[in-house]
C-alpha cells in the first residue's frame, strides 16, 4: 500500500505563488507516475498535471501551462506543484494521486485547499 499527504495549500492573492507537496510513504516504490487534480467548489474534480515516477515525462491542464511545474524528488519519495501566477479560478481543494503500471490512479491524498483571491 502507498499512502500520500499533500501540504503546503493556503490562502495567498492573486499574483502570488505557493508550492504543493505530497509525500509518499509505504511501498512508493510501486508507483509508476503521479499526478495533482482539484476541485473547485461545484465542479468535478479535474486534472492539472501529472509526472512519471521515473523519467522526464509531464503533462498540464491548458489553463495552467506556463505558470505551474510539477516535479519530484525521489529521494524524498515528493512530488510538488509549483504554481506561480494564481489567479482566483485556481482556488479549490488540491488532490495528489499516485499510478501503478496501467496509469490507473488508485491512490489518493486527504487533499489540501488552495483559496486565491482577488
Known amino acids: 500500500q502507498v499512502h500520500l499527504v499533500e501540504s503546503g495549500g493556503g490562502l495567498v492573492q492573486a499574483g502570488g505563488s505557493l508550492r504543493l507537496s505530497c509525500a509518499a510513504s509505504g511501498r512508493a516504490e510501486i508507483l509508476r507516475s503521479m499526478t495533482w487534480r482539484r476541485q473547485a467548489p461545484g465542479k468535478e474534480r479535474e486534472f492539472v498535471a501529472d509526472?512519471?515516477?521515473?523519467?522526464?515525462?509531464?503533462s498540464y491542464a491548458d489553463s495552467v501551462k506556463g505558470r505551474f511545474t510539477i516535479f519530484r524528488d525521489n529521494a524524498k519519495n515528493t512530488v510538488y506543484l509549483q504554481m506561480n501566477s494564481l489567479k482566483p479560478e485556481d482556488t479549490g481543494v488540491y488532490y495528489c494521486g499516485g499510478a501503478l503500471i496501467g496509469g490507473v490512479y488508485g491512490y489518493w491524498g486527504q487533499g489540501t485547499q488552495v483559496t486565491v483571491s482577488s
Open positions: 509526472i512519471a515516477w521515473r523519467g522526464d515525462k509531464t
